[in-house]
């Protein structure tokens, strides 16, 4: 072989770095499903906890055009439930614990919602409590 | 052109059918841990295969003045003959494709009946060449989200670049839009052009349609026909900790986005993918213009067979001496 000091050395680091994450895990802690801090009071979700799981990003899309486009403040959900669309006196009416909730998942899977560039978070202003949105 | 189109829409079908029919361990865990172990095998073979191949003649290709008399002005990042200078050709041509910015193409223009042969820069392919790579570099390392826990302070950043317009929830990643566009000239240049597509194989068709079939996967996976995000970190996870698991929720289109990942990734050692280390290994490249100052000995030469003067006068020195022929050294006296 040819020029082995400059090929071997590089050799090597393309094979750790392609390889890296698996090296990088070896010493960090197994990997779970981060733990959630569910409502305590509520059942169910606004709708079926699968569909949340993969859709409820585009669910507030969907709740932030119908009210600030079509004016239109109520959600029927698929399951019959009728909701006030808000998103800081619906969601987080229930899901009180941002920290534990929202951000324990989205910190895991690097998202960083900038709803609260202007949304208040709950806690953040004392008596913004609405009733749930539950009609 | 139909054949790889053909191919790589199996691919799509096999993987979402065996999917689809439970053959998730298999599209979800074996085959992406198969197609790292080939990708790096396969790199491996074929760099070291370049390595043991013999440079016979020096061949670096000059775009400037040679180094030659001390008045004359080199070229010293076209014509390098320095190692420095080969290293920053190289680094320049890896991030801004040098080369390829002095693409030209040939045309017959002119009106009536006298066109013209018509040789004019093409900065098309250099411009999309470009973003295809930068787009795809942003795309790749955006995906270590999915391979690191915690998730290393940069990738955030990376992300909230990327997805500055703050247009649509989830948030819309210009660099998604930007590869699209870029795959896609690629292939359509392939297609306009009558002399492209005359010498277009099925073996620069297929890597474009396994892109796009990645592309467009992954972009309906982030917008369309949504998975559970957590549930496949917990699958990517148990990839990079060899610890497989196949959580609930992971949809369809996430197997057959993984799918095209494992093929691309099988494929590409054996493909003109492999560009990415080849460019390297390439003696245009990686010499040095050095022919003025060195000469370059083909290392497979036969070791010479010859013979020094002093050997030859050796051997002939008694007979030299009678003919009365000059000589370094005298015979001995005979006493």
Known sequence: ?135 | MAFSLMMALSIAVIAGVGAGLGLEYFFGIVLPLAAVLVFIAGVVWRVIGWARAPVPFSIATTGGQQKSLPWIKPACLDAPYTSVGVIGRMVLEAVTFRSLFRNTAAEMRGEGDEPRLIYWSSKWLWAFGLLFHAAFFLVLFRHFRFFLEPVPFFIPWIENLDGLMQFGVPRFFMSDALLLAAVLFLLLRRLKDPKLRYISLPADYFPLFVLLGIIISGIALRYFAKSDVASIKVLTMGLVTLNPVLPEGVGTTFFVHLTFVSVLLIYLPFSKLMHMAGIFFSPTRNMPCNTRQYRHINPWNPPKKYRTYAEYEDEFREVMAEAGLPLEKQPEEEK
């Open chain 1, 1 to 135: 072989m040819y020029n082995a000091r400059y090929v071997i050395p590089a050799l090597l680091v393309f094979i750790i770095l392609i390889t890296l994450p698996f090296w990088v895990n070896v010493v960090t802690p197994e990997y779970s499903r981060p733990e959630l801090v569910l409502p305590a009071g509520a059942e169910a979700c606004v709708e079926p906890v699968e569909y949340m799981r993969a859709e409820h990003m585009r669910l507030l899309n969907e709740w932030r055009d119908a009210a600030l486009r079509e004016g239109k403040r109520v959600y029927t959900s698929s399951t019959g439930q009728v909701w006030d669309i808000n998103l800081q006196n619906t969601c987080m009416h229930c899901h009180t614990d941002k920290a534990g909730f929202c951000d324990a998942c989205h910190d895991s899977n690097s998202v960083d919602p900038y709803c609260w560039d202007c949304h208040i978070e709950p806690g953040a202003v004392t008596g913004a409590s609405g009733n749930g949105g539950k009609q």
